[in-house]
């Protein structure tokens, strides 16, 4: 009966290991070999429960002029990107069919309002230290304002697959930003 | 130290006890005795013992974590990776540890369970945060459900198994609750069968205790918010015969499953009890029967509502089967509420229905008149029985029944006041006489 116990958990245990393992695998891969695209960010901020703070992201190339609405039944939207003569994402048009390739992104929803078609990317939290959380919602608000667009992420896109890499403040990523204006 | 000893000396005599009986060496009395002596020490030493080991490691683990948390961001991502699953490491090798040395130790099952539901949150929190996962707390939670369900089984855990249906409840919350009124509530449902058969397994074994009647309460106050959910899903017209099924069925499962020779109700029956008192009372306003024929038609909603009607034929099932072999010990007027609201609920469809759920028909207050009836009828029928049974808490329970009901409806009706103050008073005076009569009754030799 033991012996059943132990091998039953060993199961158990393979798969609390396995699931967060995989998650880990699979952005690594995207992390290592997808094409990088940087998306310009638009403003905002709550706080999670349960996993420690993040930023709230809004891009905005979530949000474009569009004649029509994009009818999408009830299938699963996908971006596909461009790169734009700044070197920043855009979505080119909105598609339902799943394309594994390095320049299309899935959408989590999309609306369309007033000649404008929306969208929300599913890369839309960046995860900070509960330490540094304050000091980064600041640098984030004060270099994300109309007058001062300052900061981009960075986005590994592999086979469908998209992974956030890095906040980018004044061009540089998030730590080190913080680290050269820390008041100390 | 010598404590220590002593513990494992103690245990390797207690384990050669059978052998040296078995040989002659001592009678069976000697070895009794041997045990009585020994009986009180081990189980105290143990306790203090894990209480005293999960302080240090909690303790050794903070100042770990603060060490680490100071220099978080200079550290790789692999670093951070490896960091995140050693605690889960432990965590398992501590289960696994309890399963084969402490198996008997319910402190250490409760500790080790609670230490590896943990870690595997940390764990995935600590690689959400490393590798920018991004997807909703209500993910998170259902992963976190799945992966930890089995551990209740193996640690044979009943607090595990309470904060498991909880963890149900707020995975409920978070895909169907204030802030994401758009999500698919069914899933909640299978989570719940997955603890049902540790609930029997606790009911075989200690029908009586007081943490069986824990979990199963929890597990009806989770059904009901389940209910809610589901009937909000399916908006299908039928959620009034899903909570007058649901009420009634754990009000006949307290009965039935839970028999008390003291002449009290068990706890389980008691909330039954009174969510079939709410349900009646909430059924009773004609709001609540307003129907439409506009309502979704879809393969998940289909599925809800064969959920929803589960609940009333379970009721039925329930008390016709106790009927049937004559062996009912409930009230019958309280098993009747899914009969009634499925009459109420069948007259509502004699009419055309509406377009939208603002309309009133000639049948939603045809309906709303049954239920008002069956309301009175319940109320005196528990007042009734209160009386006989010489019950002070069920008398009040359902003169409490009537005085609702006459307060909603004289809130809610256009009578005047010198009506509304004579109805308030014989209320009044139904608790005085009622209460007098009982007292009276109790202190009489």
């Not at chain 2, 030493?45 to 683990?61: E, M």
């Not at chain 2, 997807?135 to 799945?146: A, E, Q, V």
């Not at chain 2, 064969?306 to 009912?328: K, N, S």
Request: hydrophobic share 50%; net charge positive.
């Amino acid at each position: 009966m033991n012996m059943l116990r132990i091998m039953i958990f060993a199961v158990v245990a393979l798969a609390q290991l396995g699931v967060p393992a995989a998650m880990v695998w699979q952005r690594e891969q995207t992390l290592k070999q997808g094409r990088v695209w940087k998306f310009r960010t638009a403003p905002v901020d709550p706080v999670d429960a349960i996993r420690g703070r993040y930023i709230a992201l809004r891009f905005a190339t979530e949000e474009f002029d569009a004649p029509v609405k994009f009818e999408s039944g009830n299938k699963s939207v996908y971006a596909v990107l461009k790169q734009n003569t700044d070197g920043f994402a855009e979505v080119d048009h909105l598609t339902t069919e799943a394309v594994e390739t390095d320049d299309v992104v899935p959408v989590e929803s999309a609306w369309w309002y007033g000649g404008k078609q929306h969208v929300r990317f599913p890369f839309n939290k960046f995860w900070v230290a509960e330490a540094n959380a304050p000091a980064a919602e600041r640098a984030y608000i004060e270099n994300n304002r109309r007058d001062k667009q300052n900061a981009y992420v960075t986005v590994r896109v592999r086979r469908g697959d998209a992974a956030l890499d890095q906040l980018f403040i004044d061009n540089e990523p998030l730590s080190e930003y913080l680290r050269s204006h820390s008041p100390r | 130290m010598a404590g220590v000893r002593n513990r494992w000396a103690i245990r390797w005599l207690r384990s050669q006890l059978p052998e040296l009986v078995a040989s002659g060496v001592i009678t069976s009395e000697n070895a009794r005795a041997i045990e009585r002596h020994y009986e009180h020490d081990e189980p105290r030493t143990n306790f203090a013992f894990v209480i005293l080991a999960t302080l240090g490691s909690a303790l050794v683990a903070a100042g770990i974590i603060l060490l680490i948390a100071h220099n978080w961001d200079d550290l790789s991502r692999a670093t951070r990776t490896t960091i995140a699953f050693l605690p889960l490491l432990i965590a398992q090798a501590l289960v696994v540890f309890t399963l084969m040395r402490r198996n008997e130790s319910r402190p250490w099952r409760e500790a080790a369970a609670i230490f590896d539901v943990a870690a595997v949150a940390t764990a995935f929190s600590l690689i959400s945060q490393t590798y920018q996962l991004q997807g909703t707390f209500s993910d998170f939670m259902r992963t976190w459900l799945l992966l930890s369900i089995a551990i209740v089984y193996l640690l044979r855990t009943t607090l595990g198994a309470i904060a498991y249906v909880i963890g149900c409840v707020v995975w409920l919350f978070a895909t169907r609750g204030m802030f994401s009124p758009e999500g698919n509530p069914m899933l909640f449902w299978l989570l719940l069968v997955l603890v049902i058969p540790y609930v029997a397994i606790r009911f075989r074994l200690d029908r009586a205790g007081r943490k069986t009647a824990i979990l199963v309460i929890i597990l009806a106050l989770a059904s009901l918010f389940g209910v809610g959910a589901t009937a909000d899903f399916a908006n299908a017209n039928v959620g009034a015969l899903a909570y007058a099924g649901l009420a009634t069925a754990i009000y006949l499962c307290g009965m039935k499953f839970f028999p008390q020779t003291t002449g009290r109700l068990h706890p389980l029956a008691v909330v039954g009890g009174i969510a079939i008192g709410v349900v009646t009372i909430v059924l009773s306003f004609e709001s609540n029967w307003h129907m439409t024929y506009r309502f979704s038609r879809n393969s998940a909603a289909n599925l809800a509502v064969a959920v929803e009607l589960l609940f009333p034929i379970a009721a039925v099932c329930l008390a016709g089967f106790d009927l049937l072999g004559r062996r009912a010990a409930f009230s019958l007027s309280a098993a009747l509420l899914p009969i009634v609201a499925a009459v109420a609920w069948a007259l509502t469809h004699l009419c055309e229905l509406p377009d939208d759920k603002w309309h009133s028909t000639s049948c939603s207050f045809a309906a709303a008149i049954v239920m008002n009836c069956y309301a009175l009828l319940l109320g005196i029928d528990i007042l009734a029985r209160g009386i006989r049974r010489n019950s002070i808490a069920r008398a009040n329970f359902g003169l409490l029944l009537i005085a609702a009901l006459a307060i909603c409806r004289f809130f809610d009706s256009d009578l005047s006041f010198v009506a509304r103050g004579v109805g308030f008073i014989i209320v009044g005076l139904g608790f005085l006489v009622a209460n007098l009569l009982l007292f009276k009754r109790r202190t009489a030799p």
